[in-house]
């Protein structure tokens, strides 16, 4: 791990609220020039501090209306492995994010659809039908906050 000074940190925090923000502009709101500015990110980067960059796409806007969290329990570990369920629930492309997780479900899976009728069909054919499936706990997002993180705003 490097230490991070506080230049460091507010580039993080400028890249986390837009991470298509240019070297040359970072360095003149921290008054670093461009070629600094691009040297510190790419420490970052090599650092493993930075893991990537992404888009943030607008759910609704694309007709995806409906998020819901599942809690999914595999009815038995012994005959199906988890590298199975894995590999089947992140083959369908309305599960978002794939989380094993430590309690009383043994995954955790953010799932989107464009209303509660297509969620239905996909908890129904799709993910009840994967191997293993044992209990499954549904619960539907009705706001959700963005929070700035571990390195504040």
């Known amino acids: 791990m490097i230490d991070l000074d506080d230049l460091d940190r507010a580039l993080l925090r400028a890249l ?5 923000t240019s070297a ?17 990110i790419k420490r970052l980067e090599e650092a493993g501090i930075l893991a990537g960059r992404r888009v943030d796409v607008n ?14 329990k595999l009815a ?3 005959r199906v492995s988890l590298e199975d369920f894995e590999r089947a629930v992140q083959a369908i492309p309305e599960v978002q ?7 009383l479900f043994d ?17 129904r054919r799709r993910i009840m039908t994967l191997p293993g499936v044992g209990q499954v706990e549904a ?3 009705l706001t959700e906050e963005a929070r700035p993180g571990p390195l504040g705003s």
Do not use: C, M
């Not at 040359?24 to 510190?40: D, K, N, T």
């Not at 994010?97 to 309690?103: E, P």
């Not at 509660?116 to 908890?123: H, K, Y």
């Open 59 to 72: 759910r609704p806007a694309l007709g995806f209306g409906v998020t819901v969290f599942l809690g999914v």
């Open 16 to 20: 986390s609220r837009d991470a298509t």
């Open 107 to 123: 995954y955790r899976l953010r799932v989107v659809a464009r209303d509660i009728a297509d969620f239905e069909r996909v908890l």
């Open 76 to 78: 038995t570990k012994g």
């Open 97 to 103: 994010i794939v989380q094993h997780v430590l309690g």
């Open 139 to 141: 619960n539907v997002l």
């Open 24 to 40: 040359g502009e970072l360095g003149r709101r921290l008054g670093l020039s461009q070629p600094a500015a691009w040297r510190r």
